[in-house]
């Protein structure tokens, strides 16, 4: 049944054909990546990720806009959404941790990657199991669109839209509404 579960999952090209019922660690790095790509998915970024540069010193959202791989590596793209200056700024986030070559290490050619999704998932919501557990639903997915249809559009953000797209201290505690 297992093989048979691994199998299935590889068939999934498409981040819209991942269910939310999948269990996240079944998920090869592309697949999550194109999955959270797809519900244009809204986390929070720690303050130590963004570079000096910026000066950020507050934690920002970000949404992931696209999946893709540099050098058989899987990336995600993000768009910031909120942390000062650098807001609708792009920054590139690695899936997993990277695996440093012995030449990348001793060259000092390495990116260091202080944090990675995988790592980020299971601090925010605590060790989730499932797409679901991350909050992401098909209702999500649409009140993201929405806000960022205002957002071009010129009209107004209203609280109750950002609170559906951006759930802060939910997602600082991992609890689900209710």
């Known amino acids: 049944d297992t093989k048979a579960t691994k199998k299935h999952d590889k068939s ?7 269910p ?23 986390f929070k970024l720690p303050w130590d990720w963004f570079p000096s540069e910026w000066k950020v010193k507050t934690d920002g959202h970000v949404m ?27 920054i590139m986030l690695p899936i997993s941790k990277p695996v440093l070559t012995h030449k990348q290490i001793t060259t000092g050619l390495s990116e260091d990657y202080v944090w990675w999704m995988r790592k980020l998932l299971k601090t925010n919501f605590r060790n989730p199991r499932i797409l679901s557990d991350i909050r992401l639903s098909h209702t999500k997915s649409q009140a993201v669109t929405q806000t960022l249809l205002n957002l071009w559009c ?5 609280a109750h839209n950002d609170q559906a797209v951006i759930d802060d201290e939910d997602s600082e505690t991992g609890e689900t509404e209710s």
């Open 12 to 18: 999934w090209t498409s981040g819209s054909q991942v």
């Open 64 to 90: 992931v806009c696209q999946a893709y791989a540099v050098n058989k590596k899987q990336y995600i793209d993000c768009t910031v959404l909120e942390a000062a200056d650098c807001r609708g700024d792009t």
């Open 154 to 158: 010129g009209v107004p953000v209203t």
């Open 20 to 42: 939310l019922d999948t269990e996240i660690e079944l998920l090869g790095d592309h697949q999550l990546g194109r999955c959270l790509a797809h519900h244009q998915f809204v």
